[in-house]
C-alpha cells in the first residue's frame, strides 16, 4: 500500500524565483493538504483540495497557489519567493468521500520537501 | 478559532521511565485530536487519536492519551520509554465540520523527548 509521496526532496532556490512542489496522496485517498513547517515550529495549514478545487485556505498570501489533478495528485506552488519561505513543506492526504465517517479526519502525512531560499 | 499549547517544549527522560508530554487546547466546537511524532528529517507519523468513545485510547509503540473536557487537555503518556522514542511529539486538533471543508488540523509548537540511557 503506497503511502503519501513527495517531490522533489530537497530543493534550493533564489529570492524571487518560483518553485513548484508535487505530491501523491496514499492510495485510495481523494483529498490533499499542504502544510508549512518552519524550523523548531509546528506545522501550519496552508490551504486543501478535493475534487480539484480549494476547499479551504490558512493564512497564506496568494503567492502560494495549488492545483489538484484528476488523479487526486496535487501541486504546491509559491511564486516571488522570500527568504521566510524557508521550511519543510508537508503534504497530508485523507479520504474525504466519507465525510461522516471518522476516517475523513485522519490525515497521513508524507516525508516532506526541504525548501532552502537564498 | 482554535488554538494548542503544548506545555513544555523539550522533556528529558532516562530510558525505562515513565513519561507524559502535556497539551491542552481552545476552541469553541467540538473538536477531534491527534498526536503525532516527527523522527529527524521525517515527516509526521500518526501516533493517536481521539475522535469518539472512550476517553482513554492507546496507539502505536505503546503510547496512550486521555481526553479531558473539562480541561481541554489531551496529554500524551507512555509507562517506559525507550531510546527510540527520542523524536519530536506534536499534539493537533480538528474542528468537526461539514460541507465541503474539513480536517484542517492546528498543532501545537511541539515538545522534543530526549531519552537518555
Known amino acids: 500500500d503506497a503511502g503519501v509521496t513527495q517531490s522533489p526532496t530537497h530543493l534550493i532556490k533564489t529570492r524571487g524565483q518560483q518553485v513548484t512542489l508535487r505530491c501523491s496522496p496514499k492510495s485510495g485517498h481523494d483529498t490533499v493538504s499542504w502544510y508549512q513547517q518552519a524550523l523548531g515550529q509546528g506545522p501550519q495549514f496552508i490551504f486543501q483540495?478535493?475534487?480539484?478545487?480549494?476547499?479551504q485556505r490558512g493564512n497564506f498570501p496568494d503567492r502560494f497557489s495549488g492545483h489538484q489533478f484528476p488523479n487526486y495528485s496535487s501541486e504546491l506552488n509559491v511564486n516571488a519567493l522570500l527568504l521566510g519561505d524557508s521550511a519543510l513543506y508537508l503534504c497530508a492526504s485523507s479520504l474525504k468521500s466519507q465525510v461522516r465517517a471518522f476516517s475523513a479526519y485522519e490525515q497521513y502525512f508524507g516525508p516532506g520537501t526541504r525548501l532552502t531560499v537564498t | 478559532a482554535q488554538s494548542v499549547t503544548q506545555l513544555d517544549s523539550q522533556v528529558p527522560v532516562f530510558e525505562e521511565a515513565p513519561v507524559e508530554l502535556r497539551c491542552n487546547y481552545s476552541?469553541?466546537?467540538?473538536?477531534?485530536l491527534f498526536w503525532y511524532v516527527q523522527y529527524p528529517n521525517q515527516g509526521l507519523q500518526l501516533l493517536l487519536k481521539y475522535l469518539s468513545g472512550s476517553t482513554l485510547v492507546k496507539g502505536i509503540n505503546g503510547f496512550e492519551a486521555e481526553f479531558n473536557k473539562s480541561q481541554t487537555s489531551f496529554h500524551l503518556r507512555k509507562p517506559s520509554v525507550h531510546i527510540s522514542d527520542t523524536a519530536e511529539y506534536f499534539c493537533?486538533?480538528?474542528?468537526?465540520?461539514?460541507?465541503?471543508?474539513?480536517?484542517?488540523?492546528?498543532f501545537g509548537q511541539g515538545t522534543i523527548l530526549t531519552v537518555h540511557p
Open positions: 476552541s469553541s466546537v467540538s473538536v477531534y
Open positions: 483540495y478535493y475534487e480539484e478545487e480549494e476547499r
Open positions: 493537533a486538533v480538528s474542528q468537526f465540520a461539514g460541507g465541503t471543508s474539513y480536517g484542517k488540523l492546528t
